[in-house]
């Protein structure tokens, strides 16, 4: 019992914050703020960017003035790559990170051994939000490498004292092996990976819901209510939500508490929030939906300042905690799909699909231009296999629910089981063969 006081320990000393009130939480981020533009003051980048929009980092006063420093955005880290953004020398850069990005260069960012203290204890907090307990057994199917799931995961874990297995993604066969054989209660991965980890459970005719798993912390693509309420039933577990990115940090910006279930709650205290109009950058008050901008108040290596993250969301009042809860985010703006005037996200079209319960959780959506107008093709596989008379009855149904739900037209094929490549981390939920212009 004494190794597991002495594991635990460092958390316990962060988690203050759950009980800090708001006036003492907001004294806490306006500190730390002050600190963060400092630090950001450090790269030419950002110092550029103050002097441009006349903000003398001394004359910082309050959480308000904010709104007075120019947004950060990929575009920065763009130009700035690889290391541009850094503000401490490369020596007390100990770990480096990149998001693939979907054009060009990918996103870098680095750590320092505090920046990798501080993320493990959040992602401590996270674990022990969503349910899991030191001592628990956490598989880990986020991959490893660049990509701040997998190694985000496993120092968090270790930290809080899991035993983890660090699986990285891939070899599904392997994924359900490890899972029957280790037995572990908590696992980390996509959502999307997770279905086809269920999958193989019914191909190796084993039964997913007898095994040992008891949370999975699920995020790193948008996913929809329709697709926890399968993962659950399915798998006989809590699918919680877990959020984050790599410029802020990676996962542990915020995390969905498995005893309210009730959207992801931001470490405000390390990450402090802010809606904007994506259109023209105006703030929103909290509630309004809009882009979720994030400003690092603790961070060494890569201060961030007012990050246009282009995920969609709207903050809502924390529940029991001075800390502001998020609710799922509906889509990035990059994915925002305009069908004939109408702005479709993903998202909309997979609980939509959700409808019809003999329509299974896999889908693609093709967007074409064949002539001036846009249309989308949404490919959809059938629970089971079906003759196609069957499938054809099957997919008017879902063309009727979609204009129902989300108010486009949209020719549904519907194909049989298994037709669907699986990812093995983020989907890549739709083709876009339009022309480029
Ligand atoms: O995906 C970090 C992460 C790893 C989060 C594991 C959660 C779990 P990036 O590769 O930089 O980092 O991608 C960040 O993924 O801006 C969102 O668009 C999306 N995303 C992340 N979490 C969620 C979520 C990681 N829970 C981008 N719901 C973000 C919806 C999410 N989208």
Not at 325 to 350: A, C, T, Y
Request: hydrophobic share 40%.
């Amino acid at each position: 019992m004494a190794g597991q006081d002495v594991r635990a320990a460092p958390l316990d000393r962060s988690e203050s914050i759950e009980s800090a009130s708001l006036d003492e939480l907001r004294a806490l981020q306006l500190k730390r703020l002050k600190q963060a533009i400092k630090g950001a003051a450090l790269v030419p980048q950002y110092r550029k960017k103050f002097t441009a929009a006349g903000v003398v980092p001394e004359d910082f006063k309050s959480l308000n003035d904010l709104k007075a420093l120019p947004f950060t955005t990929k575009e920065d880290f763009r130009q700035n790559y690889p290391f541009g953004m850094f503000a401490v020398p490369m020596s007390d850069v100990v770990r480096i990170h990149a998001s693939s990005g979907t054009t060009g260069k990918p996103t870098v960012v680095g750590y320092t051994r505090g920046d990798i203290e501080l993320w493990s204890a959040l992602m401590a907090r996270s674990i022990r939000a969503a349910g899991g307990r030191p001592g628990d057994k956490m598989h880990i199917a986020y991959g490893y490498g660049l990509f701040t799931g997998g190694l985000g995961f496993h120092y968090g874990a270790e930290y809080f004292g899991c035993t983890v297995i660090p699986v990285s993604g891939g070899f599904t066969e392997r994924q359900v092996q490890l899972i029957v054989d280790f037995k572990p209660d908590l696992i980390a991965v996509t959502p999307s990976y997770l279905l086809a980890i269920a999958d193989e459970f019914d191909r190796q005719g084993i039964d997913a819901r007898q095994s040992s798993l008891r949370i999975a912390l699920c995020g790193a693509e948008p996913w929809t209510e329709a697709i926890r309420a399968e993962i659950e039933r399915r798998m006989n577990l809590q699918a919680l939500n877990v959020y984050g990115l790599s410029e802020v940090i990676g996962p542990g910006v915020a995390q969905e508490y498995g005893a309210t279930k009730d959207g992801l709650t931001i470490w405000e205290d390390h990450f402090f929030p802010e809606i904007i109009d994506p259109e023209t950058g105006e703030v929103l008050p909290d509630g309004s939906e809009g882009e979720l901008v994030l400003t690092a108040l603790t961070k060494e290596a890569m201060p961030v300042i007012r990050y246009r993250t282009r995920d969609l969301t709207r903050l809502l009042p924390g529940n029991g905690r001075a800390m502001r809860r998020m609710e799922r985010i509906k889509g990035r703006s990059d994915d925002m799909l305009i069908i004939r005037g109408v702005n479709v996200f993903p998202s909309q079209i997979e609980a939509a699909l959700a409808g019809e319960e003999a329509l299974a959780p896999h889908y693609i959506l093709e967007v074409t231009r064949p002539d001036r107008l846009d249309e989308l093709e949404v490919v959809v596989e059938t629970r089971t296999a079906l003759r196609p008379d069957a499938a054809m009855v099957l997919a008017d149904r879902a063309v009727h629910l979609i204009k129902a739900h989300v108010g486009v037209t949209t020719t549904v094929r519907a194909v049989a089981p298994g037709t669907i490549e699986r990812s093995q981390g983020k989907a890549k939920r739709v083709i876009d063969k339009r022309p480029r212009t």
